[in-house]
């Protein structure tokens, strides 16, 4: 709004004199700052904060009032939706593209997409960048699309890339959902940018995800990692991830992107798109890391560097933390620290000789050494002290919220939290396998976490009435209770996993909960089995030698395990297919041959470099 120049004449301004400025973007409004009002991103937002809100649209003049003189109306700030939606005229939204695109909000923002989320990554973030152009727009508004449709199927099962169903369906939300995603796909064709290309495989991937497809996923998944080398190799040639977080790449942007991957890199090692035989690991991705002189050791760091939150002091713990916000930063920082560590046992296994050997022995002993590496165990039991300093700091307020009950909107957040620090407490202390009295004692922490995801479990299913909002790419939920299943030594405690796994309603990733519930029922009959001789220790070390993939998508199981061979007498490698069926308590296991003559899987699935 232009001041006249009468105004600007005038000697002294008195502030009644001068009209209010109203058209800065959402986000400096609510901080109370100078808005720079650069569309349809505010320079000063993307700068500070890596997002902006974008701006309230003014609401026209009703033409049948007009003896009104009143000003045109701006919106207040209320409904999250709101406050991500542009002018029209930079959107050119269809009324249908609208409904879509609103749809992709509802959806970023539910319960189970924002679970162990940073910052407003899915709910701020994700939309901002996905309006910013029109090949985002499209790939947002075909989610969206395809969630309305998921929303009005139900639980029938979303096989939406068959021909036969778009044609059934002619032109309602899956036609539609399927001429988005067309759409982005040629836009990028044309030609975009490595962050915007970066966020398009992200959203194919929760589209694929979304309608069940895991290997056109994968191959998504091929895609965006490949991306991420060029782009994070660009930045350590210039000094580090900072150098590169700017307005093209806002740092909240390249972080949550590389938590994402980073969890998603993880599960293509075990979720395969054809069998183990005919599966290279990620083969784009692979060829990618050989033309920029990458290893996968090298690769996991430059992307733990770029998805570490900045961390806080974790030798000085509060005493209590004030809210849940103070109690995440802690663990997220705790979970950064973590996961730090993962290049440099990468690269420890990589050099003990365990994926050269078909020994099982030779393993159990590269193993050992492994987990007693000095620094290994340095390292987790600094953490060991870390996670109790946080757990005293969190309890007291954990304990004040869940006594308000599920009515207390933080109830729900502050399970989540401590599910994740035990899951965090169960799982990530390396060392603690070699003794099996260590993992008896995790048995009262495993009874706690499983309680604390059923309760979970079921606040979703009260709350949630579209599938499409049980999918989350960042929850490790349904692996985790795999892992209860199968290492926990409380036999009631496996019994209880596999419970949960039964009637499990969420889409974690590529994980098929299916599967995972099949491979869960099958290790029951491989504990009883192994329990049948020698002392638990053991027999511990026995179900060390424990391995599987999935194959084709998911479909399909490759199980291995020592099993007594009755006229020797001798523990022996076995290994079993199971292919899902409509019974998945009783899935046909059929003995196979030994798959590279028994030597470790993780060796043929890793990207290693040729050394």
């Known amino acids: 709004m232009e001041i006249t120049q009468s105004l600007v004449k005038r000697p002294r301004l008195t502030r009644t004199s001068v009209p209010k400025v109203r058209t800065g973007c959402i986000t400096c409004k609510r901080r109370h700052i100078k808005c720079d009002e650069t569309k349809p991103s505010c320079n000063n937002c993307i700068k500070n904060r890596g997002y902006c809100e974008g701006y309230v649209v003014k609401k026209e003049p009703s033409p049948v009032r007009s003896a009104s003189r009143s000003p045109p109306q701006i919106g207040h700030v209320a409904d999250p939706l709101v406050q991500v939606q542009l002018d029209p005229d930079l959107l050119d939204f269809t ?34 960048v996905a309006r910013s152009n029109d090949m985002l727009r499209n790939a947002a508004m075909a989610v969206g699309s395809l969630s309305l449709w998921r929303s009005e199927c139900g639980s029938i099962p979303p096989r939406a890339s068959s021909a036969e169903m778009v044609r059934e369906e002619k032109n309602g939300h899956l036609a539609t959902a399927l001429s988005y995603y067309g759409k982005s796909l040629r836009l990028l064709a044309a030609g975009s940018s ?21 290997n056109a996923a994968i191959e998504h998944i091929n895609h965006g990692l490949a991306l991420f080398i060029i782009i994070l190799t660009n930045t350590a040639e210039h000094g580090s991830i900072e150098d590169i977080t700017s307005a ?80 995440e930063q802690y663990l997220s920082s705790l979970y950064g620290r973590q996961i730090s560590i993962v290049p440099m046992i990468l690269e420890k296994f990589r050099h003990s000789g365990m994926m050269e050997t078909e020994d099982h022995r030779a393993i159990w002993s590269a193993m050992v050494q492994l987990l007693e590496d000095t620094h290994i165990v340095s390292f987790c039991m600094k953490s060991i002290q870390i996670m109790k300093s946080i757990e005293t700091a969190f309890l007291p307020l954990f304990n004040r919220i869940t006594l308000e009950g599920p009515s207390s909107p933080e109830y729900f957040r502050a399970m989540q939290l401590r599910l994740q620090y035990l899951g965090i407490r169960i799982f990530n202390n390396m060392p603690q396998y070699l003794n099996v009295e260590h993992m008896q004692a995790l048995t009262p922490l495993c009874y706690e976490f499983l309680s604390l995801a059923s309760r979970i479990l079921d606040a979703l299913r009260r709350q949630i009435r579209n599938p499409a909002q049980y999918v989350s790419l960042q929850s490790p939920l349904s692996f985790e209770l795999l892992a209860m299943a199968t290492i926990c030594r409380d036999p009631l405690v496996r019994e209880e996993a596999i419970s949960i796994l039964r009637d499990y309603p969420c889409q974690d990733g590529l994980w098929n909960v299916k599967a995972i519930y099949a491979l869960a029922v099958r290790n029951r009959y491989v504990e009883q089995h192994n329990a049948i001789e020698h ?65 470790l899987f993780m060796g043929s699935l890793m990207p290693w470099s040729k050394s």
């Open 535 to 599: 002392t638990p220790e053991v027999q511990w070390m026995r179900l060390w030698r424990r391995e599987y993939v999935f194959e084709n998508g998911g479909e399909r199981i490759l199980f291995r395990f020592l099993f007594k061979n009755q006229e020797s007498g001798e523990w022996e490698l076995v290994e079993e297919s199971g292919d899902l069926g409509h019974d998945l308590d009783n899935v046909k296991w059929t003995r196979r041959p030994l798959t590279g003559g028994g030597r």
């Open 194 to 214: 490595l962050r915007d290309a970066l966020v398009l495989s992200l959203l194919l991937i929760h589209f694929e995800t979304l309608q069940d497809n895991r």
């Open 95 to 128: 009324d249908n593209g609208m409904l879509c695109f609103q749809e992709f909000l509802q959806l970023m923002r539910g319960q189970w997409m924002t679970v162990l989320s940073t910052s407003d990554f899915w709910s701020s973030v994700v939309p901002q």
């Open 248 to 327: 093209s790449i806002p740092r909240p942007l390249i972080k949550g992107l590389a938590g994402i991957f980073l969890n998603l890199e993880t599960q293509t090692r075990v979720v395969l798109r054809d069998k183990f035989a005919n599966s290279a690991p990620l083969p784009h991705f692979s060829k990618t890391l050989r033309s920029q002189n990458q290893t996968i050791e090298s690769f996991s760091n430059l992307l733990n560097n770029a998805f570490i939150p900045q961390s806080l002091d974790l030798e000085h713990v509060p005493a209590v933390f004030s809210d849940l916000d103070h109690a």
